[in-house]
T-cell receptor, first 114, second 113 residues
Framework: GQSLEQPSEVTAVEGAIVQINCTYQTSGFYGLSWYQQHDGGAPTFLSYNALDGLEETGRFSSFLSRSDSYGYLLLQELQMKDSASYFCAVRDEYSGAGSYQLTFGKGTKLSVIP | EAQVTQNPRYLITVTGKKLTVTCSQNMNHEYMSWYRQDPGLGLRQIYYSMNVEVTDKGDVPEGYKVSRKEKRNFPLILESPSPNQTSLYFC????????????FGEGSRLTVL
C-alpha cells in the first residue's frame, strides 16, 4: 500500500512564496502529481514529476526527490485565488498487470491572507 | 467540450434503497476511477478501470460495485446504501500513459439517511 503525508493547513501572505511538502511511502513508485481543489469544486491537475528535479509551470513549481521519497509544490507570487486545498498523489505501476493506482494525500488547505 | 459528467449531482436517499451514480466521459480515455471525499480524509479510491470489462478495487471498495461495459461510461452502484456512505463522490478519467492527468467530474453529493 501507499501512504502520503502533507501538512493539513498552511497560511501565507498575498505576494509571498509558500512551499507545501509531501512525503510518501509506496512500492513501485511511478510518479508524483499535484492537484488543486477550490471549495465546492472538483480537483484539477497542476503538475507531475516522474524524475528527480524541478518542474516549473508559471507561478507553480513542483519538485521530486525519489531517493528521499519527498516532493513539494512551490507557489510564488501568491494571489487570493490560490486559496484552496492542494493534494499530492502518488502513482504506482504494477508492471505486467498493466494497471496502476493513484493514491492521494489528505490535502493541505492553503489560506492566502492580505 | 472535453468533460466528465456525473449524475445526479445531489441525492438524498434512505438506507437500503439501491442507487446508481452515472459517469460518462467524452475524451476516449481508457482509464476511469471513482473516489470518495470525506472531511480530513482526502480522496480515497473506490474502484478503477483500465479499460472496458477491466475493473479493480481501490482502497475502499466495500459496499460498492462498478461496471465498464462501454469505454465512455463507468457507473457506481450502491446496492444497499448505508449512512457511512454519505460522502462526496468524484468520477475521473485519464489516458494511461504519461502524467496520467486525471480529469474529474463535478462531484455527486450523496446523503444516506
Amino acid at each position: 500500500g501507499q501512504s502520503l503525508e502533507q501538512p493539513s493547513e498552511v497560511t501565507a501572505v498575498e505576494g509571498a512564496i509558500v512551499q507545501i511538502n509531501c512525503t510518501y511511502q509506496t512500492s513501485g513508485f511511478y510518479g508524483l502529481s499535484w492537484y488543486q481543489q477550490h471549495d465546492g469544486g472538483a480537483p484539477t491537475f497542476l503538475s507531475y514529476n516522474a524524475l528527480d528535479g524541478l518542474e516549473e509551470t508559471g507561478r507553480f513549481s513542483s519538485f521530486l526527490s525519489r531517493s528521499d521519497s519527498y516532493g513539494y509544490l512551490l507557489l510564488q507570487e501568491l494571489q487570493m485565488k490560490d486559496s484552496a486545498s492542494y493534494f499530492c498523489a502518488v502513482r504506482d505501476e504494477y508492471s505486467g498487470a498493466g494497471s496502476y493506482q493513484l493514491t492521494f494525500g489528505k490535502g493541505t488547505k492553503l489560506s492566502v491572507i492580505p | 467540450e472535453a468533460q466528465v459528467t456525473q449524475n445526479p449531482r445531489y441525492l438524498i436517499t434512505v438506507t437500503g434503497k439501491k442507487l446508481t451514480v452515472t459517469c460518462s466521459q467524452n475524451m476516449n480515455h481508457e482509464y476511469m476511477s471513482w473516489y470518495r471525499q470525506d472531511p480530513g480524509l482526502g480522496l480515497r479510491q473506490i474502484y478503477y478501470s483500465m479499460n472496458v470489462e477491466v475493473t479493480d478495487k481501490g482502497d475502499v471498495p466495500e459496499g460498492y460495485k462498478v461496471s465498464r461495459k462501454e469505454k465512455r461510461n463507468f457507473p457506481l452502484i450502491l446496492e444497499s446504501p448505508s449512512p457511512n456512505q454519505t460522502s462526496l463522490y468524484f468520477c475521473a478519467s485519464s489516458l494511461p500513459g504519461g502524467s496520467g492527468e486525471l480529469f474529474f467530474g463535478e462531484g455527486s453529493r450523496l446523503t444516506v439517511l
